[in-house]
């Protein structure tokens, strides 16, 4: 072979739920039954009120092994207040979920209730054919506890096809220990940032690197940078028009090509060699402080803070947001939604469930910032007072939304671009670090891709 295995050529598919899964079978019957359209008027006759029968909902959500935890304990609690309400969940790690949820969202067979990412609603629900409009089971779900901007961030199709359960975006995170073992802070300045890769190298060793980034997230890095030098959002938020010239995309890609070739991030063939398709924070050189430093959601904080090891741990830090130019960088978004399908026989009782968990005190409290700092000011509320909101998390939500002021565009997390191992995103960065591509080569493989989903590319 002319160069090492990559990623796109060894990813499996590894979804997590089988296409079929749990039918949305509130009632019992087990069977979607009909198309999204043709179900208004069970909907309807739902909305009406809850059912003094026993029925079941069904609920599907992604995560990692805490935030499992709080929603089934939260769903006890609220069978336990609800008695005549069974609820059978469907969980699972994040790799494969989209394309899980995506088959049965076509096939009508999606859960009752769903965790969902903002974009979906673009992917699936652009015509408001997928998820029920909110507006419609206000007696059993508070819409007054969001603000209107956040769930003005939920209404497609003149619908209001599901709440936020937090907003998130993307900050640094740093292993203090390892900066200490070089030396030197840890970065709050590109010439900083800079400074570091060599610092580590020079007084460390070749295997230290302050920075580590997969594709999707040096795409994140890219935009946040281009939107910091030029101070304009990378497409436009509703039509997803770009807003950057081949030149200016040429110009960020390079930017990330920097970081690796002075030293600062490890170069995705090498990290690959080592750790195949791991994710960053379930790496070696995670672990073990070998990789100081991470671009990530705020609501990640906890996963990459427990994954160090002992002697490690304590290093962990929120750091600052970079100011790569004149204007402030990056978006924060909807970090996910929870939304009820069509398909759905009991729209009252998922409602209620809903509001359950993100609004009333018992929820709240115990699903507290599993989902990043909550949305609804009565959920947060209920989950300040009980101590339910982690402390590292809450302090990268202040940073990221204090510094924050870019917009995202629906297309940018269309799963062909951003999935993990064979989307565009990865086929761009991986052709720079395996020296396929230079940065102008690059760029034509990425508006190809952008085009290819829905962009308008000047």
């Known amino acids: 072979m002319s160069k090492a295995i990559s990623r796109r050529d060894f990813l499996k598919v590894s979804g997590a739920v089988g ?20 179900t208004a008027a069970s909907s309807a006759a739902s909305v009406a009120g809850l059912s003094s029968d026993p029925v079941t909902l069904t609920m599907s959500w992604w995560g990692g092994e805490s935030r499992h935890n709080a929603y089934q304990e939260a769903i006890k609690a ?19 979920w989209e394309d899980t949820m995506s088959t049965k969202f076509a096939g009508g067979v999606a859960e009752d209730v769903c965790q969902i990412n903002w974009n979906w609603l673009y992917n699936y629900s652009k015509s408001g054919q997928t998820f029920i409009d909110l507006n419609s089971v206000t007696d059993y779900l508070d819409l007054t506890q969001w603000d209107e901007a956040k769930l003005a961030a939920c209404n497609v199709a003149n619908a209001q096809q599901c709440v936020p359960v937090s907003m998130t975006g993307r900050i640094f995170y740093w292993n203090k220990t390892t900066f200490d073992k070089a030396g030197i802070s840890y970065p709050t300045t590109l010439d900083e940032l800079m400074a570091a890769g060599k610092t580590f190298q020079e007084k460390l060793g070749d295997d230290y690197y302050p920075l580590h980034l997969g594709a999707y997230d040096r795409m994140i890095l890219m935009v946040f940078y281009l939107e910091s030098k030029y101070g304009k959002d990378w497409a ?24 690796v070739d002075g030293h600062v991030m490890m170069n995705l063939k090498t990290y690959y060699s080592a750790n195949s398709d791991t994710a960053t924070h379930q790496s070696n050189e995670w672990i073990t402080g070998k990789i100081a430093g991470i671009f990530e959601w705020d609501s990640a904080a906890s996963k990459y803070s427990s994954a ?21 960088g990056g978006f ?84 062909d671009l951003k999935a993990s191992g064979t989307g565009i995103y990865q086929e761009v960065f991986d052709n720079i670090d395996y020296g396929d591509q230079t940065p102008e080569e690059a760029v034509e493989t990425l508006l190809d891709g952008m085009e290819s989903v829905g962009y308008t590319v000047g």
Do not use: H, R
């Open 19 to 38: 296409a079929a899964g749990l039918l949305a079978a509130c009632g019992g019957s087990g069977n979607a039954g009909s198309t999204a359209t043709s």
């Open 78 to 96: 609220f069978m336990a207040k609800n008695s005549t309400i069974t609820i059978n969940p469907t969980f699972a790690a994040w790799s494969g």
């Open 308 to 328: 160090l090891d002992d002697a490690n741990k304590d290093g962990f830090t929120v750091g600052e947001e970079i100011k790569f130019g004149d204007n402030n």
């Open 332 to 415: 924060s978004k909807v970090s996910m939604g929870l939304a009820i399908t069509k398909t759905s026989k009991c729209v009252a009782e998922a409602a209620t469930l809903i509001n359950f968990l993100l609004n009333e005190e018992k929820g709240a409290s115990i699903m507290g910032s599993e989902c990043g700092i909550p949305a609804s000011k009565a959920g947060l509320a209920a989950a300040q007072a009980a101590g339910a909101v982690k402390d590292l998390v809450a302090e990268a939500n202040a940073k990221v939304m204090a510094f924050t002021t870019n917009k995202l565009d629906p297309l940018f997390e269309n799963n």
């Open 236 to 259: 436009d938020p509703v039509t997803s028009t770009l807003n950057y010239t081949e030149d200016e995309i040429a110009e960020g890609i390079d930017f990330i090509k920097s970081l």
